[in-house]
């Protein structure tokens, strides 16, 4: 399996841009998780789906952050505006099922706003 | 809400020793799986061991192994037999039995092996 794909490795962006960071999950992977790494948050949970239906979505920071699943094997988080803050490493990491299920974790997407 | 805390920022150990890594969570749940994940240079997120809370023998993964103490709400990562390749950063993780799928990592642990 290629495993969890993300794109773009690297995005950079002038603020006030829109951003689109795209995932595949693993194929069979039910759930499907969009995490942000910065220095001062550490990794946190923005969003997840189940089958293609956001489950919880109390990490997204704000109004500007949005994200879908229009099917199985693909997912989008959209920055609109983008803000320097919204810097960050973006991953995208799918699993089998809910309890306990390990999730893999794509190689992430490096975003800078300028 | 749960809490997990790496209070080593950084370690370092010599090519072929062994180490071991901190972690402790803070929880009310009485079922839940810890893991640890290691992140090299390259930002992947690699999971290394996964511990399910209500099995009493710790989890173990070739060089890697855990020492977990529910009762003391702790989960330490042993690494032995030190590889230049296990450089990098190493986060343990919390998720709830009845959360669905959240993960809640901690602050890092940045391993450095040396030759």
């Known amino acids: 399996d290629a495993g969890v794909i993300q794109s773009p490795r690297h995005e950079v962006t002038e603020m006030g841009q829109e951003v689109t960071l795209r995932c595949k999950p693993i194929?069979?992977?039910?759930?499907l998780f969009w995490y942000r790494q910065t220095m001062m948050r550490g990794l946190e949970l923005l969003i997840y789906?189940?089958?293609?239906?956001?489950?919880?979505d109390s990490g997204m920071p704000e109004d500007r952050f949005s994200a879908k699943m229009p099917n199985a094997s693909f997912s989008t988080l959209k920055i609109q505006p983008s803000e320097p803050r919204d810097s960050a490493v973006y991953f995208c990491?799918?699993?089998?099922?809910?309890?306990?299920?390990?999730?893999?974790f794509g190689p992430g997407t490096r975003l800078l706003v300028l | 809400a749960q809490t997990v805390t790496q209070s080593q920022p950084e370690m370092s150990v010599q090519e072929a020793e062994t180490v071991t890594l901190s972690c402790t969570y803070d929880?009310?749940?009485?079922?839940?799986?810890l893991f640890w994940y290691k992140q090299p240079p390259s930002r992947q997120m690699i999971l290394v061991i996964r511990?399910?809370?209500?099995?009493?023998q710790n989890a173990t993964e070739n060089r890697f192994s855990v020492n977990f103490q529910k009762a003391a709400k702790s989960f330490s990562l042993k690494i032995s037999d030190s590889q230049l390749g296990d450089t990098a950063m190493y986060f343990c993780?919390?998720?709830?039995?009845?959360?669905?799928?959240?993960?809640?990592f901690g602050e890092g642990t940045q391993l450095t092996v040396n030759p």
């Open positions: 990491a799918s699993s089998l099922g809910p309890r306990g299920e390990t999730q893999y």
């Open positions: 194929s069979g992977h039910d759930y």
């Open positions: 789906f189940n089958n293609n239906v956001p489950i919880d």
């Open positions: 929880t009310s749940e009485s079922n839940y799986y």
């Open positions: 511990q399910e809370a209500y099995k009493q």
């Open positions: 993780a919390f998720m709830k039995q009845t959360s669905g799928s959240r993960l809640t």
